[in-house]
Structure formats: structure tokens, C-alpha cells
């Protein structure tokens, strides 16, 4: 663009609004005009924040791990709240065609916007209008994910026919297996009525038993992990060091923490390889540590695995290891943590106090 028309460009924006055309331009001598080909990031999460952009032609996708947050296009601006906020990025952006932006630097940023209320104000409605409409993106996914959850509960009535075989088929009653099926089935619609209830903000307290922890990584070593198709072709063992006495936790819950941890030990194993259990008892704690020899977590990524919707996988959601860490914080007040060499395997442990 040439001067004049980006002069032009520039006074239909909010932000600029107030400038008077001498101050307006000398801010276009301290900026910088920055091409960018399509597919190119210009800067990823977590990278510091030193400037702002104004997009003068083209399209660009701000996101996280694999959830859009927003396209930009042009006459808007982004990357102002890392300088705001002296941090680093909090999202990725990708050139979705060939852009021009306007590049202006802290220094820039400092003389001419944040000392200004009306450039802030700007800001400030501009923010806004960001929250409102992720709100109402989040609003109306919540509201599908709501009718979906209460459909699939009322697909799952047939699975009640499983209950019908073992009580007629003769050789059925105790088959392994069929208990196996209508345990998962109950164990879904737990969950769904859960689901359900947190949509209409009703606080439904997890069941606390008192259980036999080693018995319960039997139970799912001989029946859901067994016929797991991300499990199969590796091995699975169960190591218990002493004696276990039964002690207070949520059964669906630990099931739902352990099949993830295995099923992300598998996932990183090649097949034949053996994934190790090793349960113990130490200083009043139960310690189970789920241990394979896969490729390992890379260092560089390590920090964030615990954070929401960061994955690594092509096909990942990044909410099960999350998933992990609240049951076994929040639920049972115990700890999750890991260690990992890539290349040579990672362990995940959990402790739980016998007393929840």
C-alpha cells in the first residue's frame, strides 16, 4: 500500500479514530509493513510478545493446539494483549492466504496506544466483542454437546438386552465378559447422568467405596483392556509389591485415569512391547505406576502435557491427561505426576491416601 492509501486504511479503524493526520503518519514511519505466503506462523504459543499487527490485506487463523479461537481479517489487529500484559503469547497464528500486516513494535505500542485512554478504550470494546462471541460459540456447542449426550443415553437402552441374555441364555450367567459389557454400560450412563447434571449446574457427589485396588487392575487387565484395539499387541503386568489393604476410592474413576494411561502407554510402544503396573504400598500411600518403554515425552513439550486441549496426537482432544489429573487431585487428594526420556520410555505415578 502506498502511503495515502494507508493512511485512508488506517483512519477507519477504532484505534485510530482520534489521530490527527501529522501524528498518523509519523506512527506509519515507526511501523513496519510485513508480507507473509500462506501457510507461514507467524509466531506460536508461548513465544514472547513484543508486537502487535494490523492486518491490511489477507486472512489469518488464531488457535490452540487444534481449536480455532478466531480469524482475523482485515482492519482488525491482534497480539496487543501480550504487550498489555508483558506475556508471552497465549495462542498461535497462521496465515490462512497471502497478508499484509502492519508490524508495530513495543516501543511503538508504548508511545502512541497505551498511554492513550481512548486507544485503550478501543482495545478495551474490541476484547469484548472477542469474549461475547466466544461465549456465544461456547454457549451453542455446550447446548449440542447437551442434546448429544442425552441422546446416546436413551441409544444405550438396548444394551439392557445384555442383562436379558445372562439372565436366559443358559451357560451365560457369570460369563466374564457379558459382565464385563453391562458394567460398561452402567459405568456410561453414570457418566451421562453426570454430564447431564453439570449442564443444569447441579453438583453430584462421586461414589466413594471401599475396594481392593489390585483386584481392580485385574478385573481390567482380564476384561476391557484385553479386547482394547489401541492395547492390543502389547503386553500388559501387573506387579504388586506387599500387601495392598482395601481402602476408599471411586472405581469408575481410577478405571477412567488407568485405561488412559494405558492406552497412552500403548499408543507410544511399539507392538510386542510389555507395559508394567507396579503397585506398592508406601508411607501410608497406595502407589501405582504405569511404566512403558516407548519413544517418551519430548523435553521441550513436558511442561505442558497436564495443560487443556494440548496434544501431540494428529487425532488428539489434550483432555485426558487433564481428565487424569483432576480425578486423582480433586476427587481422591492425591497426586499425579511423571518422568520420561524420550527414547527410552516414560512412568506416570499416582499416590492416593488410604483416607479420601
Known amino acids: 500500500m502506498n502511503q495515502t492509501e494507508l493512511l485512508q486504511f488506517l483512519?477507519?479503524?477504532?484505534?485510530?479514530?482520534?489521530?490527527?493526520?501529522?501524528?498518523?503518519?509519523?506512527?506509519?514511519?515507526?511501523?513496519?509493513?510485513?508480507?507473509?505466503?500462506?501457510?507461514?506462523?507467524?509466531?506460536?504459543?508461548?513465544?514472547?510478545?513484543?508486537?502487535m499487527y494490523i492486518v491490511l490485506r489477507g486472512m489469518l487463523k488464531v488457535f490452540s493446539g487444534?481449536?480455532?479461537?478466531?480469524?482475523?481479517?482485515?482492519?482488525?489487529?491482534?497480539?496487543?494483549?501480550?504487550?498489555?500484559?508483558?506475556?508471552?503469547?497465549?495462542?498461535?497464528?497462521?496465515?490462512?492466504?497471502?497478508?499484509?500486516?502492519?508490524?508495530?513494535?513495543?516501543?511503538v505500542f508504548q508511545e502512541y496506544f497505551s498511554r492513550q485512554p481512548k486507544s485503550l478504550v478501543a482495545m478495551m470494546r474490541t476484547l469484548s466483542q472477542r469474549v461475547r462471541r466466544d461465549l456465544e460459540i461456547l454457549g451453542q456447542e455446550y447446548e449440542q454437546i447437551n442434546i448429544m449426550v442425552h441422546d446416546m443415553k436413551n441409544l444405550l437402552t438396548p444394551f439392557h438386552l445384555l442383562e436379558v441374555l445372562e439372565r436366559t441364555v443358559p451357560g451365560l450367567a457369570g460369563n466374564r465378559y457379558l459382565a464385563c459389557m453391562v458394567k460398561a454400560r452402567g459405568d456410561l450412563l453414570i457418566l451421562m447422568e453426570n454430564a447431564l447434571a453439570q449442564?443444569?449446574?447441579?453438583?453430584?457427589?462421586?461414589?466413594?467405596?471401599?475396594?481392593?485396588?489390585?483386584?481392580?487392575?485385574?478385573?481390567?487387565?482380564?476384561?476391557?483392556?484385553?479386547?482394547?484395539?489401541?492395547?492390543?499387541?502389547?503386553?500388559?503386568?501387573?506387579?504388586?509389591?506387599?500387601?495392598?489393604?482395601?481402602?476408599?476410592?471411586?472405581?469408575?474413576?481410577?478405571?477412567?485415569?488407568?485405561?488412559?494411561?494405558?492406552?497412552?502407554?500403548?499408543?507410544?510402544?511399539?507392538?510386542?512391547?510389555?507395559?508394567?503396573?507396579?503397585?506398592?504400598?508406601?508411607?501410608?500411600?497406595?502407589?501405582?505406576?504405569?511404566?512403558d518403554h516407548g519413544h517418551g515425552i519430548p523435553e521441550e513439550v513436558q511442561e505442558k502435557i497436564f495443560q487443556p486441549h494440548f496434544t501431540t496426537k494428529a487425532d488428539g482432544n489434550g483432555i485426558g491427561l487433564l481428565s487424569c489429573k483432576q480425578i486423582i487431585e480433586e476427587t481422591h487428594h492425591g497426586s499425579l505426576t511423571f518422568t520420561s526420556t524420550p527414547g527410552q520410555g516414560t512412568t506416570f505415578t499416582i499416590c492416593l491416601p488410604f483416607s479420601v
Not at 498489555?84 to 513495543?106: G, K, T
Not at 485385574?218 to 484385553?226: I, M, R
Open 11 to 51: 483512519s477507519k479503524i477504532d484505534l485510530f479514530h482520534f489521530f490527527p493526520p501529522e501524528e498518523l503518519t509519523d506512527f506509519l514511519e515507526k511501523a513496519t509493513e510485513v508480507e507473509l505466503a500462506k501457510g507461514v506462523i507467524l509466531f506460536r504459543e508461548g513465544e514472547p510478545g513484543q508486537e
Open 66 to 107: 487444534n481449536r480455532v479461537i478466531a480469524i482475523i481479517k482485515p482492519g482488525e489487529y491482534f497480539g496487543e494483549m501480550a504487550i498489555i500484559e508483558n506475556q508471552p503469547r497465549s495462542a498461535s497464528v497462521a496465515v490462512l492466504e497471502d497478508s499484509l500486516l502492519l508490524q508495530v513494535p513495543y516501543a
Open 199 to 291: 449442564a443444569k449446574r447441579l453438583h453430584i457427589e462421586t461414589p466413594i467405596h471401599t475396594d481392593s485396588l489390585d483386584q481392580l487392575l485385574v478385573d481390567l487387565q482380564e476384561s476391557s483392556w484385553l479386547v482394547h484395539p489401541e492395547i492390543g499387541g502389547r503386553g500388559l503386568r501387573v506387579e504388586v509389591t506387599g500387601t495392598l489393604p482395601e481402602f476408599p476410592f471411586s472405581s469408575l474413576g481410577l478405571c477412567r485415569v488407568l485405561s488412559n494411561l494405558v492406552v497412552n502407554a500403548a499408543q507410544a510402544s511399539e507392538a510386542g512391547a510389555l507395559i508394567t503396573l507396579a503397585l506398592s504400598c508406601e508411607e501410608g500411600e497406595a502407589v501405582v505406576k504405569v511404566i
